[in-house]
């Protein structure tokens, strides 16, 4: 079978009775927003100092030694 070549434009899209909605334009799909993150604790910032010091010294460490 032979196809024919490309004439112009193709048709406008029409809605499907009964179908799905459109989705938007977009590569995002809507969805439920997400829940706001809880603040950071004391506890949380005492483990990250605690291991921003022992990184520290064992570069120190790795360059002194």
Do not use: C, F, K, N
Not at 10 to 29: F, K, Y
Not at 48 to 65: F, H
């Amino acid at each position: 079978m032979r196809e024919r070549p490309h004439d112009g434009p193709l048709p406008a899209a029409r809605p499907v009775p009964g179908g799905r909605p459109p989705q938007p334009d977009g590569d995002r799909v809507p969805g439920p927003s997400r829940p706001a993150r809880a603040p950071v604790s004391r506890r949380q910032y005492a483990y990250g100092a605690t291991i921003a010091v022992v990184v520290l010294v064992l570069l120190v460490l790795g360059v002194l030694g």
